[in-house]
Nanobody, 118 residues
Framework: QVQLVESGGGLVQPGGSLRLSCVVY????????MAWYRQAPGKQRELVAT???????NYADSVKGRFTISRDNGKNTVYLQMNSLEPEDTAVYYC????????????WGQGTQVTVSS
């Protein structure tokens, strides 16, 4: 069983920044590649960024150069630094382990809402 707790979302103006955190309550966190996903209203959940156990990163084209994923294995936490936010980034953001093709774990956290609006 795994528990995922996301936080750090909020309302921000276009061009602003937010830092999301996801605490993973599972043993051997450091072994897992992790990812951030997001789901906007009326849309399917999409992959935003991934980070391997060795901290190699990958990003969706829509966020490349603006978002940075990182991890702290000592705190079982994965982060998403989001800069230059755009209204199109408005969504609920979730984290999960990454299998290489999609989410690894069947359970999800509650997510954290990010709203970009003036």
């Amino acid at each position: 069983q795994v528990q995922l707790v996301e936080s750090g979302g909020g309302l921000v103006q276009p061009g602003g920044s937010l830092r999301l955190s996801c605490v993973v309550y599972r043993k051997i966190f450091s072994f897992y590649a992790m990812a951030w996903y997001r789901q906007a209203p009326g849309k399917q959940r999409e992959l935003v960024a991934t980070i391997t156990s060795g901290s190699s990163t990958n990003y969706a084209d829509s966020v490349k150069g603006r978002f940075t994923i990182s991890r702290d294995n000592g705190k079982n936490t994965v982060y998403l630094q989001m800069n230059s936010l755009e209204p199109e980034d408005t969504a609920v953001y979730y984290c999960n382990a990454y299998s290489g093709s999609g989410p690894l774990w069947g359970s999800w956290g509650q997510g954290t809402q990010v709203t970009v609006s003036s």
